[in-house]
């Protein structure tokens, strides 16, 4: 029963996210090098934070459909990745609006974390077409689960590199707010990460139990014998 | 159980002899190669390189003649029925994957010899950074073949062949060509070769070729099953 | 390329409008989500009206076979 628990949770992410938002434009101090823009950063950082965790997430459970075989955890990957994957566009339009605030380019390549960031996201937008030029849906489901393990292993491994190949001692904007980081900044940015991982969370189960629905419509026109609806998806992993 | 060494020797005698009978890919990654120097020559409207642009031009190139020649490796496969062959052998699976990716590494070696020394005389004003460019060009080979036989694997049973494996090699490479040509561009200097983090870049370049050698044994396993 | 050690702190109006942009870029990702959601919700509620309709004809012929 996927849907199960999905009320209590997404009623939990909703009071956090409301939480955190109050926190942010009535009890977070203003930044003394970029004033009123670092707030974006209570977006954007839990954002990213959450995708890549959903995204190692992913790798998990791709790790154990290989070993079980059961197919629901190909479900269970396929969505968290495909969640993360969605969170990670809007890492990458926060992050450019932050930019163009901060710098006054839409895009910096200064910025190791999100220069990182840009790199995993577009190694998982290749999940989809991987999938999708696979027919078979048992090998599809396989080669998917070695894809999201490569790819979760990739995640820390890109991070590093990309932060070595910073050459100049940039002073990081956010680094110098996360080295002198007064307790209410903090505070606030532990919500927003907080309601951000349960603000994915929900959307992973309510993704799961829509498709579970889907699932047990299929599974009851079997039954009696009734045709088939079109419009299975080719990629998206039955869930029954 | 016919022991994995024996079988290893067996597959990889088995493809560089087919490479070097049939002469596919080599050949053409080569002329790929120096072709796209060319290209760099007129596009980037300089005659010599040094730094950070020979470091990067020699990089792009070899990074997109590898990723063009790497689906070749299992297409003859393929299309002679070697999987099914190896499938019924009662051998450890990974033992493929070990031939292959060393295939691989002997390949792109190929091509590096011949392309590497006419980089040299298109571009470069003294030749004293190759020495150690070795050392770099053989890490990232070994990282390069353990991705790529990792996803050409899979994508051999696709329908887009040809697109996948450029589509997901290409950002999974990205850190081999970062610590390759953060290696490389002090290598490659007007002045004459140093060393400037030298030494982390190559454990990166060790790294990536642990880490993904690692994942490629641990999950090629799982491609075969059929 | 020039950039500042510090960024410059953007006059307050100036800057409202860029972090009113980062909130509103995630709402509005989450509201298109839901819509698409919804519209898969739509999906299943008809499947299933469809599957009912089914299953009440079934029951009626088999009705009509006993007595008959």
Known sequence: MYGKGLKPLSIAA??????????????????????????????????????????????????????????????????????????????????????????????????????????????????????????????????????????????????????????????????????????????????????????????????????????????????????????????????? | MTPSRTAFAAILAKDLRSELRTLQSLPAMALFAVTTFVVFRFGLDRTSLSGSLASGVLWATLLFAAVLGINRLFVSEREEGGFDAIRLAPIDRTVLFAAKATALVVYLAALELVTVPIFAIFFLEDAAGLGPLVAVLLLTNVGLAATGTLISSMAVNSRARDLLVPLVLLPLSIPLMIAATGATEPLLSLGGPSYDRFDTWLMVLGLYDLIFGLVGYAVFDFLLED | MEFLLAAPALPLDEAGKYVAGAYVVFVVLLVVYVAIMAAKLQRIERDLREVAAIAEERKDEKREEVSA
């Open chain 1, 14 to 240: 909703v009071a956090m996210l409301a939480l955190s938002l109050s926190l942010v434009f009535f009890y977070a101090p203003l930044d003394g090098d970029q004033g009123f823009i670092q707030k974006i950063f209570y977006v954007h950082v839990p954002l990213a934070i959450t995708a890549l965790i959903g995204f190692v997430a992913g790798g998990v459970f791709a790790i154990l459909h290989l070993r079980s075989n059961d197919r629901k955890w190909d479900a269970y990957s396929y969505v968290a990745i495909h969640i993360s994957v969605i969170f990670g566009v809007a890492v990458l339009i926060t992050g450019a609006i932050w930019a163009k605030a901060s710098w006054g380019h839409w895009w910096v390549w200064d910025e190791p974390t999100l220069v990182s960031f840009l790199i995993v996201f577009l190694l998982y937008a290749t999940y989809y077409p991987f999938r999708y030029a696979i027919e078979d849906r048992d090998r599809q489901a396989r080669y998917a689960s070695v894809f999201a393990v490569t790819a979760g292993a990739f995640v820390p491994l890109n991070f590093m590199a990309v932060r070595m190949a910073e050459s100049l001692v940039h002073p990081r904007t956010f680094a110098t707010a996360e080295g002198g980081m007064p307790g209410e900044m903090m505070l606030t940015f532990l919500c927003s990460l907080v309601a951000m991982g349960l603000l994915w969370t929900t959307l992973v189960k309510f993704e799961l139990t829509a498709k579970s629905a889907s699932g047990q419509v299929k599974r009851l026109r079997r039954a009696l014998d009734a045709p088939v609806g079109g419009g299975s998806s080719r990629i998206a992993p039955e869930v029954s």
